[in-house]
């Protein structure tokens, strides 16, 4: 979104206006054109997103997904068949049925007791179902066979997940790598096309793409209180680094942090949380952003959808630069009012649908607007650890009042919005070219991301219409402590 050209001029008079203008036009018309004060904004959606995505591809890569085909009439035809019994458990968890598979894996135990790496697979349903006492049990059991060095390594590893569940505070920390490269980094018009006064203008130059460098650290804690009602509190605080390669202007720097606490009633969990943010543009600060929310979700329709709804109010404060010499315009509260649910189709298929209304009130009418959104996510588990994220959002922006040095009018946009996510192992990636397709221990908690993703922003005016294509890859890791 582009008028940094039409902020620096507003205030010029009009008789001089044409001499400027092409003098700024061919000695720094790009030059301003690279930087816009809508650029930042997408930054706190682009660094919770990223920072959402690394710790969802953490459980992900977690999650079985098993064999299909298998019915229950099979299994009732050849009872004592452990190979079909088992085969129908991994349907049935592939289903996301875990009570049943639980039930008919024990069923298979009675029969065959010293099959460890059946009672491993009870253990694991057992840990899902978070009936931790008996699955140590199972794990204790397996430990007196004295298992392979495979479901050794996988007792272990089940013995430290329960022993975190078990505790009441929960840490974790992550840490992404990697690159993105933009097709129009500086969100240049569609066309060339700049209106001033509603007259048009070309710039000499056009769209710039860029490579960018980003970091994002982030660390997570939570504290199960034990009371029945306030059950946890909880903080997270991300960072994010972002250095263009060409575009410096937009070289970032950004600060996230949020806590709050969940309280559970009879009708559903509440979540009050505090948020704030801090933004610096090419070093210097940019905003800054405290706000305050609620949360209330609850499962519906038998507990197959888990609804929610969120009010979040805010305040921006925005420091002139250099590059933005009227970014203080956009200063003032905001507000969002966003509802939805997230379902769970079976073990390796979950979708989620979100609606919205947006508001903000800027000191300048012309940077203030109401909008409404609404945003699709769907997630699939894939063999060996991999998954795919699909995402696709569509927002409408009505502005509160027109900007007379740009045009007399008002204006609106439509903004959409589409990625997908491919996530694998390195290790399964490793294992392509060893023994073990898992791949070498180390290298299977580190995720790599590969992101595809396409903006498009319409609008009755030229200065803010552009698209651009994203590409991304990221190595994600995280530890639980």
């Known amino acids: 979104m582009h008028h940094n050209l039409a902020m620096i001029l507003r205030r010029v008079n009009l008789p001089c206006l044409t001499t400027l203008l092409a003098g700024l036009l061919i000695s720094q018309g790009t030059a301003l054109a690279q930087v816009s004060p809508e650029a930042a904004e997408g930054v706190r959606g682009e660094t919770s997103e990223q920072v959402s995505r690394t710790t969802r591809t953490q459980s992900l890569s977690e999650r079985a997904a098993g064999i299909s085909g298998i019915v229950y009439g099979d299994v009732l035809a050849s009872p004592d068949d452990p190979t079909l019994n088992l085969a129908y458990v991994k349907g049935l968890i592939a289903k996301g049925n875990v009570q049943l598979a639980a039930a008919t894996t024990e069923r298979i135990l009675l029969q065959y007791p010293e099959a460890d790496d059946v009672r491993l697979l009870y253990a694991i349903l057992l840990y899902r179902m978070d009936v931790l006492d008996e699955a140590s049990v199972q794990l204790d059991i397996l430990e007196m066979h004295k298992p392979s060095g495979a479901i050794k390594a996988e007792i272990a590893r089940y013995r430290d997940l329960i022993k975190q569940r078990l505790n009441p505070l929960k840490r974790t920390a ?54 029945q009602n306030l059950q946890q509190v909880f903080g997270d605080m991300a960072f994010l680094y972002d250095d263009q390669v060409e575009v410096d202007a937009l070289d970032v720097n950004a600060l996230l942090v949020n806590t709050g606490f969940l309280y559970r009633t009879v009708y559903g969990d509440l979540l009050p949380s505090v948020h704030a943010s801090w933004i610096e543009l090419d070093n210097k600060k940019y905003s800054r952003d405290y706000a305050v929310s609620l949360r209330g979700q609850r499962p519906m329709f038998q507990s197959k959808i888990q609804a929610f709804m969120e009010i979040t109010a805010g305040w921006r404060k925005h420091n002139n630069t250099s590059a933005l010499l009227f970014a203080d315009e956009q200063d003032g509260n905001y507000q969002r009012i966003e509802m939805g649910g997230s379902q769970q189709f079976n073990a390796t298929t979950s979708g989620r649908l979100t609606l919205a209304y947006n508001s903000v009130d800027a000191d300048e009418a012309y940077e ?80 790599l991301n590969l992101t595809a993703a396409y903006d498009n922003s319409h609008s009755n005016i030229p200065n803010y219409q552009y698209d651009n294509f994203r590409g991304q890859f990221m190595f994600n890791r995280a530890w639980d402590f």
Do not use: C
């Open 174 to 227: 992550a840490i992404s790598l990697g690159m993105h490269f933009d097709s129009n980094r500086n969100t240049y018009p569609d066309n060339d096309t700049f209106l001033i006064g509603d007259n048009r203008f070309v710039l000499p130059d056009g769209e710039v793409d860029d490579w960018g460098r980003i970091a994002i650290g982030s660390f997570q804690i939570a504290k199960d209180t034990g009371k």
């Open 368 to 447: 203030g607007y109401d909008g409404f959104d609404v945003s699709l996510n769907v997630t699939k588990i894939l063999p060996r650890g991999t998954f795919l994220l699909a995402s696709a959002s569509f927002e409408k922006q009505y502005y509160d009042g027109n900007d007379p040095f740009v045009s007399f009018r008002t204006r609106e946009d439509r903004d959409w919005q589409v990625d997908l996510t491919y996530g694998v192992p390195v290790g399964t990636i490793a294992g392509l070219f060893g023994e073990n397709p898992a791949g070498p221990e180390p290298l299977r908690q580190i995720m």
